[in-house]
């Protein structure tokens, strides 16, 4: 779901994978990897997302996915 909400709040925007990417500082790949849910960011990307005024949607799931996430030991 969250990759889903993602994908479509980025394309409503205007962003490409590539220049979303870049503003948070990880691979176009990760964002490609997250929008088709092979595997979900870290509670430290959760934040950089939530911090953009139009991802006001996903910010309850990245909060849900955030809490479910252990810390690593």
Sequence with gaps: MFGKN??????EKGYTQA???KEIGVSQGAIY?????IN???AGYLVKLAEYPWTNCCRTSA???ARR????K
């Design 6 to 11: 993602l994908k479509e709040l980025r394309t």
């Design 33 to 37: 990897f997250w929008e088709k849910e």
């Design 19 to 21: 220049e979303l990417a």
């Design 69 to 72: 996430r252990k810390p690593r």
């Design 40 to 42: 979900e960011p870290t």
């Design 63 to 65: 909060k849900k996915t």
